[in-house]
């Protein structure tokens, strides 16, 4: 990952209800969850939610789609793990410590 898009991540995660949602979206696997119950589940109004889930799809945060009438909102496992991996690339110092863990959903 470039630089640019690790600042764009770290700074969608940096705020509370972000944060919150992010969590759930990674729990939620690719099924993903609806943008209402994200707001219901982290306390936030709809229209703050919307906003939020905004912040984080421009970051590669997350993806949508639409089912019927709801756009379901799922975490991108692809930018989570670079972004992991970017912040762990020298966690022993240089040296090989352990398998990176990755998660698939």
Do not use: K, W
């Amino acid at each position: 990952m470039e630089a640019d898009a690790i600042i764009r991540a770290l700074g969608a995660l940096a705020q509370e209800h972000r944060l919150s949602a992010y969590r759930l979206l990674v729990q939620a696997g690719t099924d993903g969850m609806p943008a209402g119950v994200l707001a219901e589940a982290v306390g936030a109004p709809a229209s703050s939610m919307s906003f939020h889930l905004a912040q984080l799809a421009n970051a590669g945060l997350v993806t949508s789609r639409r089912e019927s009438r709801s756009i379901i909102y799922s975490a991108n496992y692809g930018t989570m793990n670079a972004l992991m991996g970017y912040l762990s690339e020298n966690c022993c110092g240089g040296v090989h410590c352990a398998e990176p863990v990755r998660c698939e959903a």
